[in-house]
């Protein structure tokens, strides 16, 4: 059985990383930060998708998720894009992550190559292992260009560490049944799904152990 590592129930912020004169603008950033908390959200995530983390350069990754843990100061949880193709690059940015503070990773399927069911296991295994942070599947196929199976899911929540999945396919998985069955808490992002596919729960609604 997961012990209940982290926590997190209602809204939470995918946040944009604002640029001025082509450099990250920590003081917007942090501005934003404090702001949306003022405004209840639950729960602040930087470097994700709306993030464009993949523009980022590694102490700039690493800075964007120091100053949302920084504006949180403990009031919600900071939970922190950590995705990239590159395994080892993808173990980078979560370590740098928890030395920055976060209080969970948010870790995307590899984007562009497509990878075997059992790639992405051993993918997710490695990120896992290498960090003691708890782990946010984000699942984007429309993005990405490969999607995380059911059973796969299923065996990836095992692990200790995985809390959750991010659930951005269109389908019917956030509803009782794969994560049900996975022992898995799940929310759905309305903004990444196909036109064609309507959101099951409201967009960026979050619900963590």
Known sequence: MKAPAFRCRGASAALPTPYRLGRVDFSAFEALCKRLIDRGIAALVPCGTTGEAPLLMAEEHHQVIATAVAAAAGRVPVIAGAGSSNTAAAVELARSAERAGASALLCVTPCYLKPSQAGMMMHFRTIHDATGLPIILYDVPVR???????????????????????????????????????????????ATMPASRPSVWPAATAAFR
């Open 144 to 190: 990405t260009g490969c999607a995380l199976d059911d059973v796969t899911v299923r065996r990836l929540a095992e692990l200790p560490r995985i809390a959750g999945l991010k659930d951005a396919t269109g389908t019917s998985r956030a509803l009782p049944g794969c994560v049900a069955a996975s022992g898995l808490t799940s929310c759905c992002c309305r």
